[in-house]
Protein backbone atom coordinates (compact mmCIF):
# COMPACT_ATOMS: atom_id res chain seq x y z
CA UNK A 1 0.00 0.00 0.00
CA UNK A 2 1.07 3.52 -1.10
CA UNK A 3 0.84 5.92 1.09
CA UNK A 4 0.98 10.37 0.34
CA UNK A 5 0.78 13.04 2.43
CA UNK A 6 0.78 16.40 2.06
CA UNK A 7 1.80 19.26 3.55
CA UNK A 8 3.20 22.98 3.23
CA UNK A 9 -0.78 24.55 2.54
CA UNK A 10 -1.87 27.94 4.24
CA UNK A 11 -2.53 31.08 3.66
CA UNK A 12 -0.52 33.66 1.52
CA UNK A 13 -1.29 37.22 0.26
CA UNK A 14 -1.57 37.37 -3.19
CA UNK A 15 2.24 37.43 -5.07
CA UNK A 16 3.09 35.46 -2.28
CA UNK A 17 4.52 31.71 -2.35
CA UNK A 18 4.49 28.18 -0.77
CA UNK A 19 5.66 25.40 -1.32
CA UNK A 20 3.79 21.61 -0.87
CA UNK A 21 5.46 18.80 -0.37
CA UNK A 22 4.20 15.22 -0.83
CA UNK A 23 5.54 12.33 1.41
CA UNK A 24 5.21 8.96 0.08
CA UNK A 25 5.49 5.65 1.42
CA UNK A 26 5.19 1.94 1.27
CA UNK A 27 6.84 1.45 -1.91
CA UNK A 28 9.30 2.28 -4.22
CA UNK A 29 9.29 6.13 -4.54
CA UNK A 30 10.92 5.79 -8.55
CA UNK A 31 8.48 3.72 -9.56
CA UNK A 32 5.62 6.14 -9.91
CA UNK A 33 4.83 9.85 -11.57
CA UNK A 34 3.65 12.04 -9.27
CA UNK A 35 0.81 14.88 -9.73
CA UNK A 36 -0.84 18.07 -8.38
CA UNK A 37 -4.39 18.79 -8.45
CA UNK A 38 -6.60 21.01 -6.94
CA UNK A 39 -10.08 21.71 -6.32
CA UNK A 40 -11.98 25.01 -5.45
CA UNK A 41 -15.21 24.96 -3.46
CA UNK A 42 -18.36 24.28 -6.39
CA UNK A 43 -15.22 22.86 -9.22
CA UNK A 44 -14.02 19.94 -9.98
CA UNK A 45 -10.87 18.84 -9.61
CA UNK A 46 -8.16 19.77 -11.81
CA UNK A 47 -4.69 19.04 -13.12
CA UNK A 48 -1.90 21.38 -12.32
CA UNK A 49 1.42 19.18 -13.12
CA UNK A 50 2.99 16.09 -12.87
CA UNK A 51 6.30 14.61 -13.15
CA UNK A 52 7.59 11.46 -14.68
CA UNK A 53 9.05 8.84 -12.97
CA UNK A 54 12.38 9.97 -13.34
CA UNK A 55 11.69 13.51 -12.69
CA UNK A 56 13.34 14.27 -16.34
CA UNK A 57 9.70 15.55 -17.93
CA UNK A 58 7.12 17.70 -16.25
CA UNK A 59 3.87 18.89 -17.51
CA UNK A 60 1.82 21.66 -15.73
CA UNK A 61 -1.56 23.55 -16.69
CA UNK A 62 -1.57 26.53 -18.94
CA UNK A 63 -2.81 28.64 -16.17
CA UNK A 64 0.18 27.99 -13.46
CA UNK A 65 3.45 27.99 -16.35
CA UNK A 66 5.96 30.23 -15.19
CA UNK A 67 4.91 30.62 -11.55
CA UNK A 68 4.90 27.34 -10.37
CA UNK A 69 7.23 24.12 -10.57
CA UNK A 70 7.09 20.33 -9.93
CA UNK A 71 9.94 18.83 -8.48
CA UNK A 72 10.97 15.35 -7.03
CA UNK A 73 13.79 14.14 -4.43
CA UNK A 74 14.39 10.37 -4.39
CA UNK A 75 16.29 10.65 -1.30
CA UNK A 76 13.72 11.60 0.45
CA UNK A 77 10.72 10.19 -1.43
CA UNK A 78 8.97 13.27 -1.29
CA UNK A 79 7.42 15.62 -4.25
CA UNK A 80 6.93 19.46 -4.48
CA UNK A 81 5.46 22.13 -5.84
CA UNK A 82 6.62 25.35 -5.89
CA UNK A 83 4.00 28.09 -6.48
CA UNK A 84 4.80 31.21 -7.02
CA UNK A 85 3.33 34.70 -7.74
CA UNK A 86 -0.06 33.61 -6.50
CA UNK A 87 -3.54 34.53 -7.25
CA UNK A 88 -6.66 34.55 -5.79
CA UNK A 89 -8.24 31.88 -8.42
CA UNK A 90 -5.26 29.49 -7.00
CA UNK A 91 -6.96 28.72 -3.74
CA UNK A 92 -7.98 25.45 -3.53
CA UNK A 93 -7.16 22.31 -2.05
CA UNK A 94 -4.24 20.51 -3.35
CA UNK A 95 -4.05 16.71 -3.72
CA UNK A 96 -0.94 14.88 -4.44
CA UNK A 97 -1.29 11.74 -6.15
CA UNK A 98 0.96 8.82 -7.81
CA UNK A 99 0.29 6.48 -10.74
CA UNK A 100 2.23 4.42 -13.02
CA UNK A 101 1.94 6.41 -16.04
CA UNK A 102 3.51 9.07 -17.29
CA UNK A 103 2.62 12.06 -18.33
CA UNK A 104 -0.99 11.66 -17.41
CA UNK A 105 -3.47 14.98 -16.64
CA UNK A 106 -6.31 12.68 -15.86
CA UNK A 107 -7.28 11.93 -11.93
CA UNK A 108 -8.93 8.26 -12.62
CA UNK A 109 -5.19 7.48 -13.97
CA UNK A 110 -3.70 7.79 -10.52
CA UNK A 111 -3.87 5.46 -8.23
CA UNK A 112 -3.13 6.33 -4.53
CA UNK A 113 -4.18 10.41 -3.24
CA UNK A 114 -3.34 12.40 -0.28
CA UNK A 115 -5.64 13.73 2.01
CA UNK A 116 -5.22 17.54 0.44
CA UNK A 117 -3.88 20.31 1.66
CA UNK A 118 -5.65 24.17 1.94
CA UNK A 119 -4.15 27.04 -0.22
CA UNK A 120 -5.81 30.12 0.38
CA UNK A 121 -4.52 33.17 -0.76
CA UNK A 122 -6.11 36.79 0.17
CA UNK A 123 -6.59 39.82 -2.41
Known amino acids: QVQLVESGGGLVQAGGSLRLSCAVSGRSFSSYAMGWFRQAPGKEREFVATITWSGATTILTDSVKGRFTISRDSAKNTAYLQMNSLKPEDAAVYYC????????????????WGQGTQVTVSS
Open 97 to 112: AAGTRNWSRRAQEYEY
